[in-house]
């Protein structure tokens, strides 16, 4: 159940995300700007979350979430 709880307030934030990148492309203001900026930080770490909720992880730090996520402990994207 917390996942899908972590799920939609990522949805929720993604939204606001994109809603503040609409905004700033036609509004041109920094409101939209932050907007998106806080909206994607806060919907990724929520996915983030979610995802590491949903494979049996409880989070203790983010060193623990990335391994959850990417299944390595050092930084940096898989390849």
Known sequence: MQAVVSFCCGLLFLGIAILGFV???????ALGALFFGLGFLV??????????????????????AWR??????EPGPPG
Request: hydrophobic content about 50%; cysteine-free; overall charge positive.
């Open 23 to 29: 905004l700033f492309l036609t509004q041109g203001d």
């Open 43 to 64: 919907g990724a770490a929520a996915w983030f979350g979610a995802a590491a909720h949903a494979r049996g992880i409880k989070l203790g730090s983010l060193s623990e």
């Open 68 to 73: 959850a996520v990417w299944g390595r402990s």
